[in-house]
């Protein structure tokens, strides 16, 4: 711009350069920010979803192995129930007096493992098997003819309820000679 009384040049403060490199370093940190923002939901969003699956799967967990330490309780019940059926001889089992009693007996054992069943809980095997330390507890070592680590005795049966643990099997495991 000009001044018409002689021609000189007018300094409004307004050099085209100058602004176009002031607009530029704008226009690169906002860019910079905006990336850092775009960058940062994606991290929130990610972590929204991480907790939302695990959130499920914890519900889900719950549902599944809500009756964890009812059936850890109610095992015991089927140990006596076995232990009580084990221990009748066969003049008890052959007496008619005692033959409701004994067929009761089995009757109850029989519900109660289409309970354990029908809920999930299985009986670990262990006769014959090697030891496996995830699901029997060596109790003790016995001179056997069978390879060393194999569960040649089972005090008390283990169970697991689904995939987990409820109980280990107490087992004898042979041992060299």
């Given amino acids: 711009m000009t001044n018409n009384e002689n021609d000189t040049p007018v300094d409004d403060g307004a050099n085209p350069e100058v602004e176009t490199a002031e607009g530029n370093e704008e226009l690169a940190q906002l860019a910079e920010q905006l990336a850092a923002v775009q960058q940062d939901l994606l991290y929130a969003r990610a972590e929204t979803q991480n907790v939302r699956r695990r959130a499920e799967k914890e519900v889900a967990d719950a549902h599944a192995y809500a009756a964890t330490k009812f059936a850890r309780d109610i095992l015991s019940v089927a140990d006596n129930l076995g232990r009580a059926l084990a221990a ?90």
Wanted: without cysteine; hydrophobic residues 40%.
């Fill in 88 to 177: 009748l001889s066969d003049e008890q089992r052959a007496d008619e007096a005692m033959k409701p009693m004994i067929t009761g007996l089995e009757a109850t054992e029989r519900e109660l493992l289409s309970v354990f069943e029908r809920n999930g809980i299985t009986r670990i095997a262990a006769i014959g098997l090697p030891l496996d330390p995830n699901q029997h507890q060596a109790m003790l070592e016995i001179p056997s003819d069978k390879t060393p680590g194999t569960i040649v005795q089972e005090m008390q049966a283990g169970y697991m309820l689904k995939d987990r643990l409820l109980r280990p099997a107490m087992v004898g495991v042979a041992k060299a000679g």
